[in-house]
């Protein structure tokens, strides 16, 4: 039989390969490489990054005041603390980043580049975080004051019209908290008797290690006695508020449940969500510029509607040295008195009026209207005071602002403490828009020199 190819020692050519059938060539990361790089912190953070005008604008605060309570000195001993001014611009930045926690914080001084850039070496911890964020409650209400004092000054803000709004902010504590009169006692009773067990331990066990850990659980127990007892005496302010109420309106009060407190946190207090529900929050009040969405004053409050709040607002950004001829708040603030109130004290409050009952014009001049109350009716009703109304809606950007910072629930505890978490936004919040409002002036000042 004859051979099935003529020549057999010829080399067997290949096919042709097709495009892009090799093995695929990738890059790939190798991170157990040992290299140098040869960079310095600060060239890692760009020339426009937020981070930098914040620490240019903590830089030129005076914090004299954080300055004289330290007590590292040259020629004493003793641990040198973190500087003041680099305590204030994290949180300052924390807070514009969303950052509530100090122990989040403090893995973010590790981790992040731009919290790194800030520390510039300088070790954090947790514990020096959240005592600093605490402890300095009148020096950021004297930096919230003359932040928007050097904004007037500069013509960026005018405080002639003001608008006040609540937020409810989620407390620090669980539903599950809140106890009536009688179980409180009781615990009470139990919290006290496990302390002096507790302490009997402690001071009759010799083994040194046990009784460590003995006095941490005895500090516990006393710390939970003493939660049990503010939430007593909060039981007595509820009390006494409740016969204030009965005063008035006994039928309606008569159907309400025993009040309750927190044994968490005791100042807190269950109001309605702006989702409907019901849930340990505070009523952070905001008063603000609204032309300009800039805070100028803030307060913590525990009731659970923002009625008859407005009268309060005026008289806090009076105390702050402000004078505005027109006040604009929502329909849950009207109340006749306070706009009586504040006609007597030249301020035109403008909120709307809620739904009559039998469907009327609720701004139908009535009889017994007081001046004021004359006034606010025909204003309101006017397609110019229509106009001028709608202004207040710049205020719910403010609002949108302090969401985003964190403002949904509180990590602290307590009404001064809640005060101390809105005044940290506030300050940032004005730092964001000085840098805002100084951009646009600056751009209309070189738009007018063409």
């Known amino acids: 039989m004859a051979d099935e190819q003529l020549f057999e020692d010829l080399p067997e050519q290949e096919r042709p390969r097709a495009e892009g059938r090799g093995a695929l060539r990738l890059r790939v990361p190798e991170r157990s490489q040992i290299g140098m790089q040869m960079a310095a912190l600060d060239d890692l953070i760009a020339d426009d990054h937020p981070v930098r005008s914040i620490w240019a604008f903590v830089e030129g605060l005076d914090l004299s005041a954080l300055h004289d309570v330290i007590k590292a000195r040259e020629g004493q001993p003793g641990h040198p603390p973190a500087a003041p001014e680099l305590m204030l611009a994290l949180w300052l930045w924390a807070t514009v980043d969303g950052v509530g926690s100090a122990r989040q914080l403090d893995r973010l001084c590790r981790d992040h580049l731009a919290y790194r850039w800030l520390c510039g070496g300088v070790s954090m911890n947790y514990h020096s975080l959240s005592t600093f964020r605490i402890a300095h409650m009148a020096v950021l209400e004297r930096l919230l004051a003359q932040g928007v004092a050097s904004m007037v000054d500069a013509g960026l803000v005018s405080l002639d019209t003001l608008a006040q709004d609540g937020l409810r902010v989620r407390a ?43 006095a941490a659980k005895e500090r ?5 006695e003493t939660r049990i007892v503010a939430a007593q005496e909060r039981m007595k302010e509820l009390a006494a508020e409740r016969e204030r109420r009965e005063k008035t309106n006994k039928k309606q009060v008569a159907k309400q449940k025993e009040p309750r407190a927190s044994t968490t946190d005791a100042e807190a207090r269950v109001m309605k969500m702006a989702d409907g529900g019901w849930r ?5 009040q905001i008063m603000s510029a609204p032309a300009y969405q800039v805070v100028v004053a803030v307060d913590s409050d525990t009731s659970g509607s923002d009625r008859g709040l407005a009268r309060l607002g005026i008289e806090t950004v009076h105390a702050e040295g402000y004078d505005p001829s027109n006040y604009l708040v929502d329909g849950g603030f009207t109340k006749s008195d306070d706009i009586e109130w504040a006609h007597a004290k030249d301020i035109k409050l403008w909120c709307p009026a809620g739904q009559t009952k039998h469907g009327t014009d609720p701004y139908a001049p009535k009889k017994d209207d007081g001046v004021g109350v004359a006034d606010w009716r025909a204003r309101m009703q006017s397609e110019d005071g229509k106009a001028f109304y709608r202004l207040r809606a710049e205020h719910e950007c403010v609002n949108a602002h302090a969401r985003r910072m964190g403002l949904r629930q509180l990590s602290l ?20 828009r000085l840098f805002a409002l100084g951009d646009r002036a600056n751009s209309s000042i070189a738009g007018s020199s063409y």
């Open 280 to 284: 340990p929050a505070y009523n952070m």
């Open 413 to 432: 505890r307590g009404k001064i403490k809640a005060r101390i978490h809105l005044l940290w936004f506030a300050v940032a919040h004005n730092m964001m």
């Open 172 to 214: 620090s504590a669980g539903a599950s908290s809140f106890r009536r009169r009688a179980r409180l006692d009781d615990l009470l009773t139990a919290a006290q008797t496990r302390v002096a067990r507790l302490r009997a331990e402690v001071e009759t066990d010799p083994a040194a290690g046990d009784r460590r850990q003995r």
């Open 220 to 224: 516990g127990a006393r710390e939970r």
